[in-house]
Nanobody
Framework: QVQLVESGGGLVQPGGSLGLSCAASGNIISVYAMGWFRQAPGKEREFVAAISWRDSSTRYADSVKGRFTISRDNAKNTVHLQMNSLKPEDTAVYYC??????????????WGQGTQVTVSS
């Protein structure tokens, strides 16, 4: 069993900042990577950012490069997404995604429940 608890999100004006966090818990043996996706109304879910647990390397969608920063807390199996200079087009439900190995089930990908981010004046 894996539990993913997302926090953060909310309503912010254009140009503002928000932070998201996702904490993974359960019978975790190894964490390989954690990241974020988002889905706007009427659109497909898209990749936002990810971070490797092995070497902390990061990847970002072109649309968020230079504005969003992903970071991790190894001890707490937590990933953070700091979002700056937010734009209305960043409005979406943001989903945490983790690539981990757990007891019995082995390695797999898991999704959080999603948290709403709304950028509007």
């Amino acid at each position: 069993q894996v539990q993913l608890v997302e926090s953060g999100g909310g309503l912010v004006q254009p140009g503002g900042s928000l932070g998201l966090s996702c904490a993974a818990s359960g019978n975790i043996i190894s964490v390989y990577a954690m990241g974020w996706f988002r889905q706007a109304p009427g659109k497909e879910r898209e990749f936002v950012a990810a971070i490797s647990w092995r070497d902390s390397s990061t990847r970002y969608a072109d649309s968020v490069k230079g504005r969003f920063t992903i970071s991790r807390d190894n001890a707490k199996n937590t990933v953070h997404l700091q979002m700056n200079s937010l734009k209305p087009e960043d409005t979406a439900v943001y989903y945490c995604n983790v690539d981990i190995a757990i007891e019995v089930a082995g390695r797999s990908s898991y999704w959080g429940q999603g948290t709403q981010v709304t950028v509007s004046s």
